[in-house]
């Protein structure tokens, strides 16, 4: 069985669709969490996540911001985007019902562990296995005979602003492999400034390392 | 050999003093451009979409042709000297831009088209962008419009008593400039080619008054958006700067008439 873990799409339809096209019919989908907010379509990811087969949508950080009304945090980049976005947010109610932890053979899969930013050099000693999401940089890590995965970001690369991130997980041999494409985001940025993004926003995604 | 991208009145004056082709990079296909490319030693990147009301146009016509242009060159010729004609539009200051949310769709176009081509890995590139063109046609500037309805009608209408200011420099100047660089050894990333001096619609309608004591100056109140046109000299001092009198050149443009 071929499972599809993503994660941080974050209303980059374009990326999640490019994704689903190149991967092609999967036997299940497991969203890492953090389909919204950022990008400009954060109703349609939500509506084309829901709408695949077997879908299973972990709660992420922006989706509980999003259902609060309010982000937490003090980046004003991530505020400005959030004021941008969260208005426009049409589904409220789809993402209350999204889990907070679901399980993949041997591994948990949830948004991030004990609520961190998990990076390639983040020391953390592991009790479990783990797909989880969230800083958006994709790796595996291991210690204590177990695994970390993280899937990185579909929709916002922090390391190379054109490259989508995610996991193929296959039920038969047990192997995670991770995934990467190039895409063009230029489609992405124009339709930002189309939408009068603040500067801030538009510059991040203008200004970032590409491949 | 010198490539222009696209036509227009740049590249039609440039031709006539220095050799030069010029191809419609829009309308040929890959393979044709590629052709083109190959064998230029010097490419001007010319080819821009300056009026539509649609965003689209703007994004196809400037960002997606410099692209594909840019491709094209690091496939079939990566050596060659790419001279981006960027604009003064996308700035602030004369190296600040102008943040991206206060950029009109075709200052947006060129800035993005600008980051693409400082990003592109091209080693010798460079991004031209010119103040006020003085084009000497009515229908490209408004100082070459003032001139022919002074010397027609006889009247000229200024907006706000004229004060609006603009740094000027004549096409033939412009031209000039783009040579030397087309012959540079070495060129930086960005280069602002400025005559350095505000002059204001006051001062040119002054020259007219001066040249037609029949001519009648009118004046309407408008609101209208400040253009930028302060600028330091550094970059045509580096260059080496060529003097030009403006009042001369409008006085010539006058007596074409």
Not at chain 1, 147 to 155: D, I, K, P, Q, R
Not at chain 2, 167 to 186: A, G, H, M
Request: glycine share 4%; hydrophobic share 35%; net charge neutral.
């Amino acid at each position: 069985m071929k499972v599809l873990i993503y994660s941080d799409v974050h209303g980059n339809l374009p990326a999640f669709e490019i994704m689903l096209e190149k991967e092609g019919e999967c036997d299940k989908y497991i969203c890492l969490g953090d389909l919204v907010n950022y990008g400009p379509w954060s109703n349609a990811c939500v509506d084309l996540a829901l709408s695949l087969p077997n879908s299973t949508l972990v709660m992420g950080n922006h989706e509980e911001a999003f259902i609060s009304g309010k982000y937490p945090g003090s980046n004003k980049m991530v505020q400005a985007f959030f004021q941008k976005t969260w208005p426009k947010f049409k589904r409220i109610k789809e993402i209350s019902l999204f889990v907070n932890e679901t399980v993949l053979d041997q591994f948990s899969c949830l948004h991030t562990v004990n609520d961190s930013y998990i990076y390639p050099d983040t020391q953390i000693e592991l009790a479990k296995n783990y797909l989880i999401g969230h800083s958006h940089y994709q790796f595996r890590y291991s210690n204590n005979d177990f695994e970390l995965f993280n899937a990185g970001s579909v929709g916002q690369n922090r390391k190379y602003i054109n490259e989508i991130n995610y996991l193929i997980y296959d039920t038969e041999t047990k192997i995670v492999s991770m995934k990467s494409i190039v895409y063009d985001i230029d489609p992405v940025i124009h339709q930002m400034k189309k939408e009068n993004y603040p500067s801030v926003c538009l510059d991040y995604y203008i200004n970032k390392e590409r491949r | 050999m010198i490539l222009f991208t696209g036509g227009g009145k740049i590249a039609s004056v440039f031709q006539k003093k220095y050799e030069s082709k010029i191809v419609s990079s829009r309308n040929l296909n890959d393979d044709e451009l590629s052709d083109a490319i190959k064998n230029a030693q010097t490419i001007i990147h010319n080819s821009a979409l300056i009026y539509s009301s649609n965003f689209d146009d703007f994004i196809e016509s400037n960002f997606l042709l410099t692209r594909r242009v840019i491709k094209i060159c690091k496939k079939v010729n990566p050596k060659v000297r790419f001279i981006n004609l960027s604009s003064m539009s996308i700035l602030s200051g004369d190296d600040t831009y102008l943040p991206v949310d206060q950029m009109n769709d075709y200052a947006y176009s060129k800035y993005i088209s600008e980051n693409y081509c400082l990003r592109s890995g091209l080693e010798n590139l460079t991004n031209l962008r010119f103040s006020t063109i003085f084009y000497g046609d009515s229908k490209r500037d408004g100082i070459s419009k003032l001139i022919e309805d002074s010397n027609i009608h006889n009247e000229i209408t200024l907006l706000n008593k004229g004060i609006a200011k603009r740094d000027i420099i004549p096409l033939r100047i412009l031209v000039e400039y783009l040579y030397k660089i087309c012959k540079s050894n070495s060129l930086k990333s960005k280069y602002n080619i400025v005559s350095g001096k505000e002059t204001s619609f006051k001062e040119i309608s002054d020259i007219l008054k001066e040249n037609n004591r029949k001519l009648k100056i009118f004046n309407k109140a408008l609101e209208t958006q400040n253009i930028l046109c302060s600028f330091s000299k550094k970059d045509v001092i580096e260059l080496g700067e060529i003097h030009f009198d403006l009042r001369k050149d409008i006085e010539i443009y006058m007596n074409t008439y």
